[in-house]
Nanobody, 127 residues
Framework: QELVEEFGAGSVQAGESLTLSCLVSGLPVNEYAMGWYRQAPGQEREGVSCLSWNGHTTGAADSVKGRFIISRDTGKNMIYLQMNSLKVEDTAMYYC????????????????????WGQGTQVTVSS
């Protein structure tokens, strides 16, 4: 059975860093595209960053390019999101998603392209 679980909720100051982790069960992370999404109160869920099944391609929202890094550990079957230079506007519930239809460096991620979702983990950035 497929299961996606996020770890790493936290409250930080603007400019600090935080790393989120995602444990995936039932789906080898080196066979499926994976991604991170986020949703702030009153806003739609948006794609943050993705990683292709072979690890050769990544995608990222313009708002996080140069600050967030997605990676994986195939031995642990985990996905990570390293978030640097955090901003107040990065405050949101962050979701790990598995089995994305596509991960493209030029096309925005869509929430309806992911099949399996975690419950989410809260990231709060204060000024």
């Amino acid at each position: 059975q497929e299961l996606v679980e996020e770890f790493g909720a936290g409250s930080v100051q603007a400019g600090e860093s935080l790393t989120l982790s995602c444990l995936v069960s039932g789906l080898p992370v080196n066979e499926y595209a994976m991604g991170w999404y986020r949703q702030a109160p009153g806003q739609e869920r948006e794609g943050v960053s993705c990683l292709s099944w072979n690890g050769h391609t990544t995608g990222a929202a313009d708002s996080v390019k140069g600050r967030f890094i997605i990676s994986r550990d195939t031995g642990k079957n985990m996905i990570y999101l390293q978030m640097n230079s955090l901003k107040v506007e990065d405050t949101a519930m962050y979701y790990c998603a598995a089995d994305l239809t596509i991960c493209s460096p030029i096309s925005p991620m869509r929430a309806d392209e992911a099949k399996y979702w975690g419950q989410g983990t809260q990231v709060t950035v204060s000024s």
